[in-house]
């Protein structure tokens, strides 16, 4: 059964930066993968994403500029590396890998980690 971990959430002042990792135990055979977020009292939200077939990047608007996902995907490994962080980015962070219809929505991706958190101080 395959499994996503992530890692390198944390606590860190506002303006500083966080990269996280995120692996699968096994083949996904996915076309993209993905993080999420999901703030106190939010709804999960898409935040970026990567496709294999081109290494196309895809981003929300609010982390346009400041996140940058990277990844390989003969390794189903991705990255997210976070610089000047808000304390709106406070969240716990999701990866995911999927085939689906869309990057963007919960629902196009088939594999979830179990989240790692992500915490900016003001």
């Known amino acids: 059964q395959v499994q996503l971990v992530e890692s390198g959430g944390g606590l860190v002042q506002a303006g500083g930066s966080l990269r996280l990792s995120c692996a699968a135990s096994g083949r996904t055979f996915s076309r993209f993968m993905g993080w999420f977020r999901q703030g106190p009292g939010k709804e999960r939200e898409f935040v970026a994403a990567i496709l294999w077939s081109d290494g196309s990047t895809n981003y929300a608007d609010s982390v346009k500029g400041r996140f940058t996902i990277s990844g390989d995907g003969t390794k189903n490994t991705v990255y997210l590396q976070m610089n000047s962080l808000k304390p709106e980015d406070t969240a716990v962070y999701y990866c995911?890998?999927?085939?689906?219809?869309?990057?963007?929505?919960?629902?196009?991706?088939?594999?979830w980690g179990q989240g790692t958190q992500v915490t900016v101080s003001s």
């Open positions: 995911a890998a999927g085939s689906g219809l869309t990057i963007y929505r919960g629902y196009g991706y088939r594999y």
